[in-house]
């Protein structure tokens, strides 16, 4: 065989993989990524199947002599301070936070990407003008602004979210602008341009899907924000309006009033409210490095 | 570097214009004014008027608007409809509580957070190593509420060893000068009261800065990988430099670069972001303030305060992209 024969043959084998195929490969790879899919698989199950897993009724009371009972057979994580069982509370919470942690980000991501997408591509005057009043929203630390967003709508776990969802706007945008403005000069762009595509085209199917990576990382992690955020809210009495709801946060507030009672109730939550958050973070920084150009073929 | 100074200067104009026409109309469009706030159930339509006369809210808007943008540029911000009293007294007493609780949490997350970071980097892929990784991701992951109930509970409720709220016994008496406690003790050689106001710091220090300890081990032990692997570093070691000087000259002192800036980043945060750990913990700072203001729809306290936290963020932000100038002579401004 000739030199060129065996080149050949070499580049053969290092066929494209393709960046997703070569990141999911990489992922499977990362034990910490694994335990991130499992736990946040085991979250996703629970608050589908609440009402089969749930033993009782989150929201009925079970004789008031009976509240502030620990852990025991026919409750394994005891009862609450209105004499509700516990795991049930716990396994319907999950829930209201898989739900707020998709709704926020979704809202978040949504305007987010728009906004950057069109910033980063029309450029000039547009760009400006989105830009500077992103910078203007990241001048309010998050979490103040998000209790303020909430002021303005009144309480609640719709408004909560919305709340979160809004202060993740400029982080998405910003980050999708300048992926965007990094795209934006690659050749293949140039070439799309030149054969006479139009914008909308080049933006939707050239540009976009090269500048989503970053995307999907931050949306991960932000997930994992999202639900802190929101468990926050509800410590501060922001959330749901009805005190039955079994929303994690305000679970953890009513607890702060009775801690010396019922310590076994502040375990619970804060635990499910830890795992799930671990899941996404773990998941989260798998993409990351799964995505990384730099790390790619290794 | 004067030049990308007055730049930046300039580009908070444009920020504080619209920060301050976003509050501005923000306040405005919360449900229920002031009036109602205060007046409760006893409100008559006479009394409203004359309480928003008395504020200068039955103008038009854009009037009211030029005379926050004026007053609030000399640092006027009317008084709290709730204690009566000029919202930049109480942002004098409100600010240092923070401010003091702040530095405590980076304080803590600094000196553990580097040697973790730095430690794990130089023990790589051992079992340490994975532990750090695995505890700073939990850092991240767990609610600061919830550490701090739990600390709380531990070490206040249960051991008895600190305090469990506020920032200063009741039984100590001591002149505040700075609304600094610490400081404030220390000028007054008062043994006894910087002895608890230390102690009534240690919980809530340790909550707020769970975070930034996290994310400041885990940036460390990155850029410590990072720069063991230059050129430079090689070199210093092939030429017979002792390790320890290596690590502190050459590896850490590079590291610093991006820690800095992580650690400016997160004080910002937590000159603001302090709300949960101050209601867990009863500490009078700003958080809980502004949550009580919005409450009681006390305008002028929302008004000042998250301009001021605002203007406050905005500043350590510029400091911080300086510093990084400084720190970094590779860094051309422009």
């Known amino acids: ?298 | 570097m004067l030049r990308f100074v007055v730049r930046r200067l300039l580009l908070l104009v444009p920020i504080l214009i619209g920060l301050s026409i976003l509050v501005f109309l923000w306040i405005r469009a919360l449900p229920g004014g002031p009036a109602q706030a205060l007046l409760g159930e006893r409100s008559t339509p006479e009394a409203v008027a004359q309480i928003e006369h008395q504020y200068g809210l039955d103008k038009p808007i854009p009037v009211q608007y030029w005379r926050f943008v004026k007053k609030s540029a000399q640092f006027d911000f009317g008084d709290s409809t709730t204690t009566r009293r000029p919202v930049i007294e109480e942002l004098g007493q409100r600010f240092p509580a923070t401010v003091e609780l702040a530095a405590a949490a980076m304080l803590f997350s600094v000196l553990l957070g580097i040697p973790l970071g730095f430690i794990a980097a130089k023990r790589y892929g051992t079992a340490i190593d994975h532990a750090s990784l695995v505890a700073s991701l939990l850092g991240v992951s767990v609610p600061i509420f919830f550490l701090a109930i739990l600390l709380k509970y531990f070490f206040a409720v249960e051991l008895g060893l600190l305090p469990t709220v506020g920032r200063l016994s009741v039984l100590i008496d001591v002149e505040h000068p700075t609304n600094f406690y610490v400081l404030d003790a220390i000028l007054s050689a008062n043994i006894e009261a910087l002895w608890d106001t230390l102690k009534h710091l240690v919980l809530p220090a340790i909550a707020l800065g769970s975070i930034p300890l996290a994310i400041i081990a885990r940036i460390t032990r990155a850029a410590v990988l990072d720069i063991q692997n230059e050129d430079y570093v090689r070199t210093a070691r092939a030429k017979g430099l002792a390790p320890g000087i290596v690590d502190r000259r050459h590896v850490l002192r590079n590291a610093m670069l991006p820690v800095t800036t992580i650690i400016g980043l997160q004080v910002g945060l937590l000159l603001s972001g302090a709300v949960l750990t101050e209601k867990v913990f009863a500490w009078p700072g700003m958080g809980s303030w502004l949550v009580d203001a919005i409450q009681d729809r006390n305008f002028p306290v929302l008004q000042g305060g998250i301009l001021f936290l605002a203007l406050v963020f905005v500043l350590v932000n510029l400091l911080v992209d300086l510093s990084y100038a400084v720190l970094n002579p590779r860094i051309r401004l422009s």
């Open chain 1, 1 to 298: 065989m000739s030199v060129a024969e065996l080149e050949a043959r070499a580049v053969e084998l290092e066929a494209p993989s393709g960046l997703w195929r070569d990141a999911w490969r990489r992922l499977r790879g990362n034990p910490g990524a694994i335990v991130g899919f499992v736990l946040v698989g085991l979250f996703v199950l629970v608050a589908l199947l609440a009402p089969v897993l749930a033993p009782y009724d989150p929201r009925e009371q079970l004789g008031l002599s009976n509240a502030f009972d620990g852990p025991s057979t026919s409750h394994l994580l005891g009862l609450d301070g209105l004499a509700r069982d516990e795991l049930s509370r716990i396994l319907y919470g999950a829930r209201f936070s898989l739900l707020v942690g998709i709704v926020s980000v979704a809202v978040g991501l949504s305007i987010g990407l728009l906004l950057g997408a069109v910033a980063g591509y029309l450029g000039g005057f547009v760009d400006s003008l989105i830009m500077r009043a992103m910078d203007v929203m990241l001048s309010i630390p998050g979490f103040l602004m998000a209790i303020g967003i909430v002021a303005l709508l009144g309480p609640g776990l719709f408004e909560i979210m919305v709340a979160v969802g809004v202060t993740q706007i400029p982080i998405f945008a910003r980050l999708l602008r300048g992926s965007v403005l990094a795209q934006r000069e690659n050749d293949f762009v140039l070439a799309a341009r030149s054969v006479g595509v139009p914008r909308r085209t080049i933006l939707a199917a050239h540009i976009l899907p090269n500048a989503i990576s970053p995307v999907i990382v931050q949306g991960t992690l932000a997930l994992a924000t999202a639900i802190i955020d929101v468990a926050g809210l509800g410590f501060l009495g922001l959330g749901p309006q009805d005190p039955s709801t079994p929303e994690w946060g305000t679970m953890l507030a009513d607890v702060n009033r009775y801690f010396q009672t019922g310590p076994h109730l502040a375990i619970a939550p804060g635990v499910a409210i830890v795992l799930s958050v671990l899941g996404f973070n773990l998941i989260g920084d798998g993409l990351r490095e799964a995505l990384d150009p730099k790390l790619r073929g290794r």
